[in-house]
T-cell receptor, first 112, second 116 residues
């Protein structure tokens, strides 16, 4: 059973466009993280959200945690080719500090 | 380089051989986690260790797989009698002692195992 569903799985857009990636679950998570992974490398943490309704901004990236702490979104404004990569959401439950449940990822391609 | 160090980066084994993957956590981190990323699949938790202790191995296959994190030296993920289905990228992550419940991990670059 996939506890975290990410959508879309693939996203191909032109430079300058906006996009949103969704991460949904029927389960409550105590925190949720977004990672970015380049080919041949490990995931790199972008942000952690812990409070229902929380919104965090990282330059052109906006992350939101749902009020019920079951879902999250990543919005990128004016995408650039450098944003190309695999974006992963991952949830932590209870006291399982590092035992994360990952979504399957969204492969983003931004064309110049 | 103060990051999580994994070696080897690439490992090729024939069916039936053993694979040993090593992970040195970030300086000051005493918690180590192993994840596996199968082709076309997401990262899956395998095991969580602290020095000389296995805390949670609920994601480890029941046979052929073992992990350790000795008092001295790196953490080791050992796969005995490898099969083609073991081909995957194995990632190690670490976190500092006393981490608040935010699940923030720092990942290594992974070890890619190919079983012929």
């Amino acid at each position: 059973t996939q506890l975290l569903e990410q959508s879309p799985q693939f996203l191909s857009i032109q430079e300058g466009e906006n996009l949103t990636v969704y991460c949904n679950s029927s389960s409550v998570f105590s925190s949720l993280q977004w990672y970015r992974q380049e080919p041949g490398e490990g995931p790199v943490l972008l942000v952690t959200v812990v409070t229902g309704g929380e919104v965090k901004k990282l330059k052109r990236l906006t992350f939101q945690f749902g009020d019920a702490r079951k879902d999250s979104s990543l919005h990128i404004t004016a995408a650039q080719p450098g944003d190309t990569g695999l974006y992963l959401c991952a949830g932590s439950r209870g006291t399982s500090y590092g035992k994360l449940t990952f979504g399957q990822g969204t492969i983003l391609t931004v064309h110049p | 380089n103060a990051g999580v160090m994994q070696n080897p980066r690439h490992l090729v084994r024939r069916r039936g051989q053993e694979a040993r993957l090593r992970c040195s956590p970030m300086k000051g981190h005493s918690h180590v986690y192993w994840y596996r990323q199968l082709p076309e699949e997401g990262l899956k938790f395998m095991v969580y260790l602290q020095k000389e202790n296995i805390i949670d191995e609920s994601g480890m296959p029941k046979e052929r797989f073992s992990a350790e994190f000795p008092k001295e030296g790196p953490s080791i993920l050992r796969i005995q009698q490898v099969v083609r289905g073991d081909s995957a990228a194995y990632f190690c992550a670490s976190s500092p002692q006393g981490l608040p419940n935010t699940g923030e991990l720092f990942f290594g670059e992974g070890s890619r195992l190919t079983v012929l």
